[in-house]
């Protein structure tokens, strides 16, 4: 993700009203429908410094992206790094994830995914957050099962967890259903199951 070209205060404040004002126009009237004039508007900055600050819409999106990103993958849930491996935290953690719990605006995400079918520059910026989310994924699976000895395995499990919690993001927007808790305790079944054998094989 591109970093910020001035790091003063008042750069960070004026690029953080051009984002928040992108976030709700994207998801009010969609990706296409958004130009810098109307960015310009919502945020009462000039057109002209939006794009000494961003590049294009993509770039406002990238932004939007790590925002969001850096704010999921900071919870205190997830024991990572120096932090002593606890299973109960990364299970609450890994639940966290497969409910899309913290989804910051499901008509913004929804709008970014299909946008990425016609727009290589955006699919692109989703596959690096897919692929940094795999990666959290097997580091919180690896602090409770540092004996595995395969890699293949845990990105194995990283992936079907991503799966599984994009099938429940597309059922929760599209029929406006959540997760019953039975199936999630079924599918937090199936997660316990796969670290257990994962340890036992390591």
């Given amino acids: 993700m591109p970093e910020p070209r001035d790091r003063s205060a008042k750069a960070n404040a004026r690029r953080a009203k051009i984002v928040q004002a992108a976030r709700e126009l994207f998801a009010e009237n969609g990706f296409h429908a958004t130009g810098m ?8 900055v000039l057109v002209g410094q ?18 969001d990103l850096a704010e999921f993958l900071g919870g205190d849930e997830l024991c990572c790094g120096g932090c002593v491996p606890d ?5 609450l953690w890994v639940e966290r994830f497969i409910t899309c719990a913290d989804m910051p605006d499901e008509r913004l995400v929804s709008e970014i995914i299909a946008e990425t079918t016609r727009n290589p520059r955006l699919a692109a910026i989703f596959r690096s957050v897919d ?4 990666e959290r994924l097997i580091q919180a699976l690896s602090a409770i099962v540092p004996q595995a000895s395969a890699a293949e395995p845990l990105r194995c499990l990283a992936e079907s ?6 099938g429940i993001f597309q059922r929760r927007v599209v029929k406006k259903q959540e997760t019953p808790p039975a199936v999630m305790a079924l599918l937090m079944d199936f997660v316990e199951r796969e670290i257990d054998r994962l340890a036992a094989q390591g």
């Fill in 87 to 91: 299973r109960a935290a990364v299970r």
């Fill in 161 to 166: 967890i991503l799966v599984v919690s994009a």
């Fill in 131 to 134: 692929e940094r989310l795999r």
């Fill in 50 to 67: 939006i794009y000494r600050d961003f590049a294009n819409k993509e770039a406002i999106v990238a932004e939007l992206a790590e925002q």
């Fill in 37 to 44: 004039a109307r960015i310009s508007e919502r945020s009462g």
